[in-house]
């Protein structure tokens, strides 16, 4: 099993431009997660999705868009890049909700946006 | 807003020595979870404590939980090389449904 696979692995942007992350996972997982993560901050969840054809905010949701039209794929969308997005994106998955249970990383999507 | 903080930022330590680190958290939990860094890596998961545990062991690991005081420490007995690595608390409050993490202790095991 490949577990969670993130693409692309390195993305350089210029502002305004936008891009699509792609998350996928081979465990059947219902709930999936995306994260980003700065220097100093730890992780800081943007959406996070509960089952296929669902989604939600997390904490820091603003400029960017999500969406699970499959179960095994979340995908995080900019659709204009600003500096300040600069970070790096980790997907995760989890069997059942996140609290009672190990959430799964990928590998992460290291993002600058010029 | 992150809920838990880990305590210290940075740890050094020799190769066979304990590391002990620690983790605040503000509000009520219903479970713990400790996760580990490597450099430019995912974070994998180490241990789940339930807010009804009070110590929790796997492997070299020891986890225990004060949920009077608001706080979780994790140790790494006998380190090793391989244990050089950030880690981090993460706490999920009533819903379950999300975790928020801390900023993450960086711990350097030298030969």
């Not at chain 2, 210290?8 to 680190?21: K, V, Y």
């Not at chain 2, 140790?75 to 928020?100: V, W």
Request: aromatic share 8%; net charge positive.
């Amino acid at each position: 099993n490949a577990g969670v696979t993130q693409t692309p692995k390195f993305r350089v942007l210029k502002t305004g431009q936008s891009m699509t992350l792609l998350c996928a996972q081979d465990m059947n997982h219902e709930y999936m997660y995306w994260y980003r993560q700065d220097p100093g901050m730890g992780l800081r969840l943007i959406h996070y999705s509960v089952g296929e054809g669902t989604t939600a905010k997390g904490e820091v949701p603003d400029g960017y868009n999500v969406s699970r039209l499959k179960k095994q794929n979340f995908l995080l969308g900019l659709e204009s890049a600003a500096p300040s997005q600069t970070s790096v994106y980790f997907c995760a998955s989890s069997y059942g909700v996140a609290g009672r249970n190990e959430q799964f990383f990928g590998p992460g999507t290291r993002l600058t946006v010029l | 807003s992150q809920q838990g903080e880990e305590d210290p930022q940075a740890l050094s330590i020799q190769e066979g020595e304990n590391a002990t680190m620690n983790c605040s958290y503000k509000t009520s939990i219903n479970n713990l979870q400790w996760y580990r860094q490597n450099s430019g890596r995912g974070l994998v998961h180490l241990i789940l404590i339930r807010s009804n545990e009070r110590e929790k062991h796997s492997g070299r690991l020891r986890v225990t939980l004060d949920t009077s005081k608001k706080s979780s420490s994790l140790l790494i007995t006998a380190s090793r090389a391989a244990d050089t690595a950030s880690y981090f608390c993460a706490t999920s409050e009533s819903n379950d449904y999300k975790l928020s993490f801390g900023a993450g202790t960086t711990v350097t095991v030298r030969a």
